[in-house]
């Protein structure tokens, strides 16, 4: 994904704002104005990140959002949808990071901050669920992650085909971290519940432990789950590893989640299929 890189100091943020245009853009169209709205939610997302360096790293508060950026703001409309006018707002604040300490939220290039949102209210705070749908700008939403990233202009984001290939690379890492597990257990598998817990000295990125679908819509949750058939027994008594199923895709989202294979999502996740590992090391 192109991103905007919105690390600055304050000082050249502000002349940075009071050198970009304004205006709503073209009148020809919501598609025309995404421009527009990139624009005024990268202003927001660099005065979250601003505000939180001058609170000890804690993001403003669910109740006053918009009250606590406003300083960090040069242009006023920046709180206002371009699709909407200056009459409502249509940017919420993500629930999951209100007040909350921004340094130990895992995955912030995946965790939003502030959204195109339905809540249109001054203050709005509110999860992805109420990202438009359709998307307000044509075929695009507006947002804006932790990292300080927002959507170019093109709204280059990860396409399905992107995701579907993150998902096969993360659950590499979880098919060979099992087998390292199991290699200095005795050739146990892990425990049922516990298995992220378990796999974590092996896997090499935290994030393996979640499915990039999920993450990229909500950050806390994770969407892989363990095989109940296979949770805490031995690799030796396994009758044909190749063709058994230990992480996949699941509608369960927690940590350490362990399921039948009956919670694989339907339709699936991605493109060609919900993609599976195999008590061999394999992930097709």
């Not at 990268?42 to 606590?68: C, E, M």
């Not at 369960?252 to 699936?268: D, F, G, V």
């Amino acid at each position: 994904m192109k991103a905007w890189p919105l690390a600055l100091g304050f000082g050249t943020v502000g002349a940075l704002l009071l050198g970009c245009g304004g205006g709503g853009g073209r009148n020809d169209g919501p598609a025309s104005l995404y421009p527009e709205s990139v624009r005024r939610i990268a202003r927001l997302n660099q005065a979250f990140l601003l505000y939180a360096s001058d609170h000890d790293d804690v993001a403003p508060l669910a109740v006053s959002w918009t009250d606590g950026l406003d300083p960090y703001v040069t242009q006023k409309n920046s709180f206002h949808s371009p699709v909407l006018g200056e009459s409502s707002y249509g940017y919420a604040l993500n629930s999951a990071v209100a007040g909350q300490g921004i340094n130990g939220i895992p995955s912030p290039a995946a965790t939003l901050s502030v959204f195109d949102s339905t809540a249109s209210g001054r203050n709005a705070v509110a999860d992805s669920s109420t990202l438009p749908n359709p998307p307000r700008y044509g075929t695009k939403n507006t947002r804006a992650f932790l990292d300080g990233s927002v959507a170019d202009f093109e709204g280059e984001n990860p396409g399905p085909e992107d995701l579907a290939a993150e998902s096969r690379r993360r659950l590499k890492q979880l098919a060979v971290g099992v087998l390292l597990y199991a290699g200095d257990n005795d050739d146990w598998m892990p425990l049922a519940n516990r298995w992220v817990d378990g796999l974590a000295p092996y896997v090499r990125q935290e994030n393996a432990f979640r499915s990039p679908a999920v993450e990229r819509t909500d950050a806390t949750k994770y969407g892989y789950a363990m095989n109940l058939e296979v949770a805490g027994v031995s690799l030796l008594d396994l009758e044909s590893p190749a063709n058994t199923i230990v992480f996949f895709e699941s509608t369960q989202l927690h940590r350490n989640a362990t399921a039948s294979l009956e919670t694989e999502p339907s339709p699936a996740r991605y493109p060609g299929g919900n993609a599976r590992t195999y008590a061999d090391g394999a992930v097709r």
